[in-house]
């Protein structure tokens, strides 16, 4: 395998209210033959989970191969081979959600604006959008999906794994634990504080960073705490109507019900969807509900629910990979 570690100087990211670099690695997977063919390639975007990074899909471990590995054994089966991309969208709170927030910065200008036409310029790629495809799993399966929807010209087919579907399920049972968190520490400014001075993250916080991340790409708000407008009072844990309204208009349930986000999805070449049945996060229940909204929309899709639940599935994208490059025009 050929692994090369790109340097990207963002322009949309800097001065982003996280203080977070807007210089930024982007690790590229060159297929066999790659430097002696002279061919072009399609390209995958992989967008990674909440607290992942670009490097760690690349790498895996033992017991997990990463893309690289896996990307050699399914291009040595017969797949066709193919550049992917895995761009690093980690923010101070853990991620992006692949959106523009004012929170967090502009992190879908970032991947379709400017680090998609970098790649084209620095490697062989087909440099089309019929040679383009995006996909990922849990935050990275809903980037991929939102991409798709918002943006048409970019890419040709998605794949979301595990994507985060449905928020009523998946988010708000997360709320209650979230306020007693932020209570107990007196005040989301203390208990920043104290999370991010505590170098070992405990279980105990996810429920609190990942509904505050969420916060901060679907609430944004510049009056409060950090920028962020929790869905939520943090005294008594009542849903502000206002905010879970905000919230709402970045579920993909509710996006699909939108004419041009559905055109989008008309439009691709592939849209596959997967989630295990035993989900943590009852996101099977929210791939069934917005596989009855692509229904409703008229947008075909390929779905499967398989036998596991949220974490270590990276053998989904097996599945998912063989299919986005037959969708795609091949290299040339």
Request: hydrophobic share 40%; aromatic share 10%.
């Amino acid at each position: 395998m050929t692994i090369r570690v790109l340097r990207h100087e963002s322009e949309v990211l800097k001065g982003n209210a996280c203080g977070d670099p807007a210089d930024r690695e982007l690790w590229v997977y060159l297929p066999p033959g790659y430097e002696d063919s002279g061919l072009r390639y399609p390209v995958l975007w992989c967008l990674t989970g909440f607290t992942g990074t670009g490097a760690m899909a690349v790498t895996g471990n033992r017991w997990a191969p990463g893309l690289a590995a896996r990307m050699d054994a399914l291009i040595a089966g017969g797949c066709p081979p193919a550049i992917v991309a895995f761009p690093d969208c980690f923010t101070r709170w853990g991620g992006s959600q692949y959106l523009n927030s004012s929170a967090l910065g502009r992190y879908e200008d970032y991947l379709c604006d400017e680090l998609v036409p970098f790649l084209d310029a620095e490697a062989r790629t087909l440099g089309t959008r019929e040679g383009r495809g995006v996909f990922g799993k849990s935050s990275g399966g809903y980037g991929a999906l939102r991409v798709a929807m918002r943006r048409p010209r970019v890419f040709a087919a998605a794949a979301c794994h595990s994507g985060d579907l449905a928020f009523a399920l998946c988010y708000a049972p997360g709320f209650a634990r979230t306020a007693a968190r932020i209570a107990k520490a007196g005040s989301i400014e203390k208990w920043v504080e104290q999370f991010e001075k505590t170098e070992k993250k405990r279980s105990a916080d996810f429920d609190a960073i990942n509904t505050f991340a969420m916060a901060a790409a679907y609430s944004p708000d510049p009056d409060k705490p950090f920028g962020v407008a929790l869905p939520f009072d943090v005294e008594d844990g009542e849903i502000l109507p206002d905010v879970w309204r905000a919230w709402k208009r970045n579920d993909p349930v509710e996006m699909v019900r939108r004419r041009e986000h559905a055109e989008a999805l008309r439009g691709l070449r592939l849209l596959f969807l997967d989630c295990g049945g035993d989900d943590e996060y009852q996101l099977h229940l929210g791939l069934r509900l917005f596989r009855r909204r692509c229904e409703e929309a008229g947008v075909a899709y390929e779905a499967e629910e398989f036998p596991d639940d949220h974490r270590s599935i990276s053998y989904r994208y097996d599945v998912s990979v063989p299919k986005l490059l037959a969708a795609l025009d091949r290299a040339g």
